[in-house]
């Protein structure tokens, strides 16, 4: 059974630092591509980054290229997020998902992020 699980959610101030972590089991993790999605409070969803099953290809959405950078530890079966420099628009419930043949077919049960002073 896939599982994903979100961790390192929480509140942080504009401008600060937070890293997401999302744990993987149930399949070859170092086989698929990954990727995060967030949902803004009653906004759809907006897709954040992507990372090649190497870990060596990612892409960002615009708005968040420079301060959001996507990584993996392939041997820890785990994806990251690192968000740096964060902003109330921010504030989302960030969701990992496992990149299927067209398109994400797992997710996570997402974290939540608030960015507020």
């Known amino acids: 059974e896939v599982q994903l699980v979100e961790s390192g959610g929480g509140l942080v101030q504009p401008g600060g630092s937070l890293r997401l972590s999302c744990a993987a089991s149930g399949f070859t993790f170092r086989d698929y591509s990954m990727g995060w999605i967030r949902q803004a409070p009653g906004k759809g969803l907006e897709w954040v980054s992507t990372i090649n099953f190497g870990g060596d290809t990612s892409i960002d959405a615009d708005s968040m290229k420079g301060r959001f950078t996507i990584s993996r530890d392939n041997a820890k079966n785990t994806l990251y997020l690192q968000m740096n420099n964060v902003k109330p628009d921010d504030t989302a419930v960030y969701y990992c998902?496992?990149?299927?043949?067209?398109?994400?077919?797992?997710w996570g049960q997402g974290t939540q992020v608030t960015v507020s002073s």
């Open positions: 998902a496992k990149w299927g043949l067209t398109g994400f077919d797992f």
